[in-house]
């Protein structure tokens, strides 16, 4: 589409009453990133209240018509999400906004291939509209969804602001918090919080004070149910554009078992698991279940597939006519909203258990004939862009279209994380469950551990890669690039539920945008230098964490560069830097940056505590530009099941560095004084 132009979305698909519309871009770096935003607007071109705007604080509509669905990984970047129920939409909107803002200085100017897309709810690409001329301005509205007689139209809009997202919000009608005293305030209470945190955990907080929590005020405090909620006042529920603090929950209480030995009963025991078929069943049946409970989960599953909000029940073994013999999917999802049906079919695999063409293609004909929307996999493994895990034939010449979609059970221990450990659900019932379910899953006898095994190619390219006979273009490399991928995608999720920030692959945009030719010439890479690389963006930190696996010398190594302060002297840098890396681990690796090619002084951690004046270069003519930070880890020989294995140790080397050097650094450098031009802390 070009700018100005619009369509109705009926004369582009007969399925469009859920749409997801994404929100993309590049940049050089692969550092570069932007938050969006959704205004509901009535017809006066204003929101009705400020519960009609959407952002990273406050990402879902109580009625379904708006979910944030959060960033994805792309062969060039990150995109960002949106599931709308258009059949949800409130009557009294008449337009419905869909903008991006950046913070601190960054332009839109800065991003490559600033772009927005619009699918239907079988998955199918209808539209797509390039922004060409964002220039030096800090927010965009993309484009909007507006009503026409019974139908929606889309216009594609490309319209820049200087004032950031607190100054578009505000020109249509939202009061936006936005008190920098305010909230330094509250990131001084944090502090003190987490120091008071602290001296419990060390013995020394005074004797009334309680140390531990139970159960479930270990859990986010609950929100107020929908019926109870008030309409928003200018003096309280005003957006703030700030990010909100999330914290690790506290300890939970001291058991009252005698022992060990006393285990804690559960909802969902795995000691009677058995067989492949028995955890399949039990780990279906689990999680439909907990989903039809917890509307909350299981709009966060299904709102990324296309399907509306509304009443869920959920079904296992059903049996369906097929041919001569009835066909049992795994699991049947049926939503029902306004009279109309959702379904999808679920098949679902655990352990290594790979997915079977032909029973998945029999599904996909059964969905279609019976009028079904979507087929649903759920396994171990990750679906990479541009790679699909199954190929299966689709009649194009039927009307009725239906979308397969697939999923990890390490996304959906992820999407429970996110909600009990950081977010918070309605009640203390639903959370209880979710922390049954995560239990379960996470469980090694559940089988449901996530992409566990780096295919049959890895021995046969680690010892090419010994004896010097691994040739570019073999297609084993290639095999190994694209289960590093896999690997990198879920070391994502599991850390990004764990601290609960998003946690992104960095996709420099030099690589290409085509992810077939980037795996190519990565899999060429590691054939001429034995080196398996990525790199991490984490929300909150000064830099991106690097992660290089050397084949050659079974060494895995994490790292992370961090810009030198605008201000100060280069031996007070030095000397703070080794100050807040006082509890990281004594052999770290710490190397001053320069803008030389001659390369700046490096040493151990161990070595720099007593003389941090060794990391400034002799001649002080040479301009520090930052440091890097490493630490070295021997990598499992085995492809991934054994305790020793490969993709053991890249979690645990990346799990080491975060929460051992990572933790302590100053972000100072990448904080922002909150202001109305604030949108992210990535």
Request: hydrophobic share 40%; proline share 5%; net charge negative.
């Amino acid at each position: 589409m070009i700018k100005g132009s619009n369509v109705a979305l009926a004369d582009l698909s007969d399925s469009v009453g859920s749409v997801i519309v994404s929100l993309g871009w590049s940049s050089p770096t692969g550092e570069g990133d932007a938050d969006v935003s959704v205004l509901l607007l009535d017809a006066n071109g204003k929101v009705r209240s400020d519960r009609d705007f959407y952002f990273y604080n406050q990402p879902v509509a109580a009625d379904g018509s708006v979910q944030l669905l959060g960033k994805a990984p792309t062969a060039d970047g990150s995109e960002d999400r949106i599931s709308f129920d258009l059949t949800a939409v409130p009557s009294e909107i008449d337009r419905v906004v869909v903008a991006a803002s950046r913070y601190g200085g960054a332009r839109f100017g800065e991003l490559q291939d600033v772009r927005i897309t619009l699918a239907d709810a079988a998955g199918e690409s209808l539209l797509r509209f390039s922004v060409d001329d964002a220039g030096s301005v800090t927010a965009v509205i993309f484009g909007e969804l507006y009503r026409r007689g019974e139908g929606w139209k889309f216009r594609a809009v490309g319209q820049g602001y200087e004032a950031g997202l607190a100054g578009l919000a505000t020109d249509f009608g939202v009061d936006i918090e936005d008190d920098a005293d305010a909230e330094a305030q509250a990131e001084a209470a944090l502090e003190s919080a987490a120091g008071a945190e602290q001296a419990e955990e060390s013995g020394t907080a005074p004797a009334e004070e309680p140390a531990e929590q139970s159960t479930l005020e270990a859990i986010p405090a609950p929100r107020r149910p929908e019926d109870e909620v008030t309409e928003p006042t200018k003096s309280a529920a005003r957006p703030r554009t700030a990010k909100k603090k999330v914290t690790i929950p506290k300890a939970v209480k001291k058991t009252l078992a005698e022992n060990d030995a006393w285990r804690q009963a559960r909802l969902f025991p795995v000691s009677v698991l058995k067989s492949d078929r028995d955890r399949e069943m039990r780990a279906t049946s689990v999680l439909l279940s907990v989903m039809a409970q917890v509307p909350e989960f299981s709009r966060r599953l299904t709102a990324g597939f296309g399907a509306p909000s509304g009443r869920m029940e959920t079904f296992t073994e059903v049996s369906l006519p097929h041919g001569d013999s009835p066909r049992r999917p795994d699991g049947v999802i049926r939503i029902e909203r306004a009279g109309k049906l959702w379904t999808a079919l679920v098949e679902t695999k655990t352990n290594g258990n790979a997915l079977k063409a032909d029973q998945v293609q029999a599904y996909m004909d059964i969905a279609t004939r019976r009028g079904y929307e979507a087929v649903i996999t759920l396994t171990n493994d990750v679906a990479l862009e541009g790679s699909p895990l199954i190929d299966v034939k689709i009649d194009k010449r039927r009307k009725h279209k239906v979308a397969l979609w697939h999923m990890s059970w390490a996304e959906v221990a992820h999407q429970a994380q996110m909600l009990i450990r950081h977010e918070g659900v309605n009640n203390a019932a639903h959370a209880w469950l979710l922390q049954e379910l995560l239990h379960y899953l996470q469980h090694e006898n559940s089988g449901c551990h996530g992409f566990q095994n780096m295919g049959p190619a890895w021995v046969p390219v680690r010892n090419g890669i010994d004896d010097e006979t691994l040739c570019q273009g073999d297609a084993r490399a290639l095999e190994v690039v694209e289960n590093w991928e896999r690997l990198i995608r879920q070391v994502c999720l599991r850390l990004g539920g764990e601290l609960g920030q998003k946690v992104l692959p960095v996709q420099r945009a030099k690589r290409g945008t085509d992810p077939t030719e980037r795996r190519i010439l990565l899999a060429d890479q590691l054939c001429l230098h034995g080196r398996l690389q990525a790199e991490l963006r984490i929300d909150g930190t000064p830099g991106v964490l690097a992660i290089s696996a050397d084949l050659r010398t079974g060494k895995l190594r994490t790292g992370i560069e961090i810009p030198t302060p605008e201000q100060g002297y280069p031996l007070s840098w030095a000397k703070r830097l080794v100050r807040r890396l006082g509890e990281a681990p004594a052999d770290l690796h710490v190397e001053t940056l320069v803008d030389s090619d001659t390369g700046g002084p490096r040493g151990t951690l161990e070595r720099l505590r007593p003389e941090p004046a060794d990391l400034l270069p002799k001649d002080n003519g040479t301009k520090i530009t930052g440091f890097r930070l490493s630490l070295l880890k021997s990598m499992g020989s085995g492809r991934g099941n054994a305790e020793t294995g490969f993709i053991r140790s890249v979690d645990d080397a990346v799990n080491r560095f975060y929460t051992t050097v990572v933790v302590h650094l100053d972000t100072a450098t990448t904080r922002r004084t909150p202001s109305k031009d604030r949108s992210t802390t990535g």
